[in-house]
């Protein structure tokens, strides 16, 4: 009964691992902060714990 949970699970996070790719790469094209800030905001809606200011290359 669980694995179809599960199985939502897991494409939930690999769409966000796809999304979240996407909105880095924004990111660091963005040319001024309120682009920037724009970005973050969305990214924050997929996963309000990310932060693309510290992470480092990934």
């Known amino acids: 009964m ?3 949970e599960r ?4 494409r939930r996070r690999r769409s966000r691992k796809v999304k979240l790719k996407k909105l880095r790469t924004r990111y660091e ?3 001024n902060e309120a682009d920037k800030a724009t970005v973050l905001a969305q990214a924050r809606r997929v ?5 693309f200011d510290t992470e480092s290359g990934q």
């Open 2 to 4: 669980g694995s179809v």
């Open 7 to 10: 199985t939502r699970e897991l």
């Open 29 to 31: 094209a963005a040319g």
């Open 47 to 51: 996963s309000p714990l990310v932060a």
